[in-house]
């Protein structure tokens, strides 16, 4: 992942995406200082470093390995080994969260439980922003080499956000455009039946020229979305609003 994040059409377009929904620059933390923010499940801190501009910056994730990629290359110190189901910060202690394609991993034994810790630490009135996979029948090679327990669709996303007791505030597929191409690719995945011990992720730059062909098609998905939500694609993005108290006890 770290040799790839910074050059791949794919991670540089969600990155792009999370920092136009959730507008990072817009946010404020206490007493107008700059917003507190949480990279739950922060792999190797690519997303984490784009969001250090707008804010102090804290970075969980269960591989030792990440971490120490974070802090040693990223210069991330606020990085710690843990769970994102077992948050170790207190309640109400950041003003912005992103998660991304975390809650659905085999590693994550529970979405809902993850969920619940991550509004926790919101104060009220901070925001979440998710990318997850979508289409349970997207599902392929790919899920099984890095271990991708659960897709979703966004009516599932909406309940989870609820039951959580978050207020969801934009739910929108992204990678409309190359989703026949996806589908294709996965069930061709399917059909070669790779145990997950043998199996290869789509984690891999192409040649130049198509990468920048394909980060051109979704940065112009981004554009759309300023308007509207796509009604499908590979991905899920999702901003949640914590509650004020008074909305709450509503």
């Known amino acids: 992942m770290y040799t790839v994040e910074d050059r791949l059409w794919w991670y540089l377009g969600l990155r792009e995406h999370v ?5 990072p ?31 102090p910056v804290a970075g969980v994730d269960l591989a030792p390995f990440a971490v120490a990629i974070c802090r040693e290359r990223r210069g991330l110190d606020r990085t710690a080994v843990a769970s994102i189901t077992e948050l170790p910060f207190p309640d109400g202690a950041f003003d912005l969260a992103v998660s991304l394609d975390v809650i659905s991993d085999a590693g994550t034994g529970n979405d809902a439980r993850a969920l619940a810790e991550l509004a926790r630490v919101l104060r009220p009135g901070g925001r ?10 997207l599902a392929g090679e790919h899920d099984l080499a890095v271990e991708t327990k659960r897709r979703y669709t966004r009516a599932e996303v909406r309940a989870l956000l609820v039951a959580a007791g978050l207020v969801p505030e934009r739910l929108t597929y992204w990678n ?30 192409p040649p130049a020229p198509i990468n920048r062909l394909l980060l051109t098609l979704v940065r112009l998905e981004r554009r759309l979305l300023r308007r509207f939500d796509l009604p499908a694609g590979s991905s899920l993005l999702c901003v949640a609003r914590k509650p004020w108290s008074v909305e709450c006890r509503a």
Do not use: F, K, Q
Not at 41 to 47: F, L, S
């Open 128 to 137: 979440l922003c998710l990318n997850l996979p979508a289409y349970r029948w």
């Open 176 to 205: 409309c455009a190359l989703l026949p191409a996806v589908a294709a690719a996965r069930a061709l995945s399917r059909r070669r039946g790779r145990r997950a011990a043998e199996a290869r992720s789509d984690i891999d730059v």
């Open 25 to 55: 620059a817009r946010a404020h933390g206490r007493d107008g200082a700059a917003p507190r923010i949480l990279d739950a499940g922060c792999g190797t801190g690519g997303m984490a470093a784009r969001l250090r501009p707008y804010g």
């Open 19 to 23: 920092l136009a929904l959730l507008r």
